[in-house]
Nanobody, 121 residues
Framework: QVQLVESGGGLVQAGGSLRLSCAASGRTLTMGWFRQAPGKEREFVGGIKWSDSYTSYVDSVKGRFTISRDNAKNTVYLQMNSLKPEDTAVYYC?????????????????WGQGTQVTVSS
């Protein structure tokens, strides 16, 4: 069983930045970041492989968000720049025994509790 704890959410103005952290109690193969806005389905934001830091992002965040990992701390980060009001959501990290990040949340076995990100216009 892997436990995930997110931190770093909050309220920021449009154009601002936030960095989310996800501390894992153990190691899997791939980590993902998802978000869910009210009334919408959970959406893949991006993911990273522990082994070689390969990353993948949804088109809407490419060039603005960056995922990185610290192997020594078993922690994954989501750096969010140039934030937009439409980025407002609860953000979740997830862990999976898959060899590359995928968009399907059902492929991820472990989930954090989520952290709220609110971007004001």
């Amino acid at each position: 069983q892997v436990q995930l704890v997110e931190s770093g959410g909050g309220l920021v103005q449009a154009g601002g930045s936030l960095r989310l952290s996800c501390a894992a109690s153990g190691r899997t193969l791939t980590m993902g970041w998802f978000r869910q806005a009210p009334g919408k389905e959970r959406e893949f934001v991006g993911g990273i492989k522990w082994s070689d830091s390969y990353t993948s992002y949804v088109d809407s965040v490419k060039g603005r968000f960056t995922i990185s990992r610290d192997n020594a701390k078993n922690t994954v980060y989501l750096q969010m720049n140039s934030l937009k009001p439409e980025d407002t959501a609860v953000y979740y990290c997830a862990a999976a025994w898959i060899h590359t990040p995928v968009h399907d949340p059902n492929r991820y076995q472990y989930w954090g509790q989520g952290t709220q990100v609110t971007v004001s216009s």
